[in-house]
T-cell receptor
């Protein structure tokens, strides 16, 4: 399967600042990556689908101006949380979708805490 | 109606027993089915995939698929305390058409505890 990394693994920031999270596909050229958010003891929530070279597709209810996604290459997608607030504190996970049967391989996740 | 449904649990089994995890889905056109394991505080890890009716075995894990009943299950034999985690069922909701990657629909997960 695909190997996916995320950076940073955890970040603490102050309310009102912006945070960038990187997702890298280390051994697979990923035309599509997904960004999820998971609150404690809740299931995965898909935020957006990131397509290389084009605009991301956001799920209903996800603010595209707040969660900026850039997928500039086949190995890198970034999620920027702009003007973060405490309610944005969560576990952010990216995944790479392979071709064929479309299994997804997840990065290790980034835990964001906004104070 | 949820598209992918799982019993949330918690499911507790004694060490060495068989753990049975179940999942139903609503889209009859679904073609690919996956089981992910998620330890507390970690991201999901793909442990099984199944695409055709019947059983697929990998070590202590067996995935079972019944498309007519829209049912997929995961059996864990000789359960170990290290199997204690949340298990997520995921379904690719339709046939591959354009060749572009598609989203997966995830169930809410079943929390499994294996008691030593």
């Amino acid at each position: 399967g695909a190997v996916v990394s995320q950076h940073p693994s955890w970040v603490i920031c102050k309310s009102g600042t912006s945070v960038k999270i990187e997702c890298r596909s280390l051994d697979f050229q990923a035309t599509t990556m997904f960004w999820y958010r998971q609150f404690p003891k809740q299931s995965l929530m898909l935020m957006a689908t990131s397509n290389e070279g084009s605009k991301a597709t956001y799920e209903q209810g996800v603010e595209k101006d707040k969660f900026l996604i850039n997928h500039a290459s086949l190995t890198l997608s970034t999620l920027t949380v702009t003007s973060a607030h405490p309610e944005d504190s969560s576990f952010y996970i990216c995944s790479v979708a392979t071709s064929g049967y479309y299994e997804q391989y997840f990065g290790p996740g980034t835990r964001l805490t906004v104070t | 109606q949820k598209e992918v449904e799982q019993n949330s649990g918690p499911l507790s089994v004694p060490e060495g027993a068989i753990a049975s995890l179940n999942c139903t889905y609503s889209d009859r056109g679904s073609q690919s089915f996956f089981w992910y394991r998620q330890y507390s505080g970690k991201s999901p890890e793909l442990i099984m995939s199944i695409y055709s009716n019947g059983d697929k075995e990998d070590g202590r894990f067996t995935a079972q698929l019944n498309k007519a009943s829209q049912y997929v299950s995961l059996l864990i034999r000789d359960s170990q305390p290290s199997d204690s985690a949340t298990y997520l069922c995921a379904v690719n909701p339709s046939l591959i058409s354009s060749g572009s990657a598609r989203q997966l629909t995830f169930g809410s997960g079943t929390q499994l505890t294996v008691l030593p």
